[in-house]
């Protein structure tokens, strides 16, 4: 498949080979937008995808959440942290894991990702400066509440697993009966949390954490 690269994929692609991280689309827009700001999230949304799938760039789904894009397109593998959701890449050398035929069920194998997860650097000191303003108080160190949701984050997430399928927020709002940007409030706030991701088109769907924040 070839593709055109039109003045919009070549922003795109150039501001993330820029930030030398791993965007997700709506980070990227932000920065995108400042360039071009008749740009919309759709078109930055689409034109990842056709990127990927013409592997000019790499798609990462990591633990389900969402998804982030990849400039550098040499094999590596990336670790991941569990708190503040940042995504790393991990140069491990050859690792190449050998399977039995057995194990393989049939399948050819055309590729492998290796997924590590923990606590980044920057998390680990805050927790420890948290652990220290504790003790310093006399208390006890808790446990942070990411789960904590308000009654109109709760709707939200609600709607968004009675959907068969991704949804938009004017969907969301009418299931809710919240004002459109009242649900575009609560979103940022939950994908914040990790409880929301955006498949694709400005479209939401709640993620694995979400339904336990929810069932919580």
């Not at 709506?26 to 592997?55: H, Q």
């Not at 550098?72 to 593998?77: A, K, V």
């Not at 991941?80 to 399977?99: A, D, K, M, P, R």
Request: hydrophobic share 30%.
């Amino acid at each position: 498949m070839q593709l055109r690269m039109t003045s919009q994929r070549e922003l795109i692609l150039r501001e993330l080979k820029k930030s030398k991280k791993h965007l997700t689309a709506d980070e990227l827009y932000e920065r995108v937008k400042k360039l071009m700001p008749r740009i919309s999230l759709a078109t930055v949304y689409r034109n990842l995808e056709l990127l990927s799938d013409v592997e000019l760039i790499r798609k990462l789904e990591v633990s389900g959440r969402q998804k982030r894009f990849d400039s550098e397109l040499e094999d590596h593998d990336h670790i991941y942290c569990v708190q503040c959701h940042c995504i790393e890449n991990l140069n491990i050398g050859n690792n190449t894991v050998s399977l039995a035929a057995g194990h393989m069920k049939g399948y050819t194998i055309t590729g492998r990702r290796l997924e590590v997860t923990g606590i980044c650097p920057r998390c680990q000191r805050k927790q420890i400066k948290k652990d220290g303003k504790h003790s310093k108080g006399g208390g006890t160190v808790g446990c942070a509440k990411k789960g904590v949701l308000s009654d109109e984050q709760k709707e939200v997430l609600v709607a968004m697993k009675n959907c068969d399928e991704p949804c938009a927020s004017k969907d969301i709002a009418a299931a809710t009966g919240l004002e459109t940007k009242q649900v575009s409030c609560r979103i940022t706030a939950l994908k914040k949390k990790g409880y929301v991701e955006s498949p694709v088109r400005c479209k939401y769907a709640i993620t694995n954490d979400g339904i336990t924040a929810l069932n919580a």
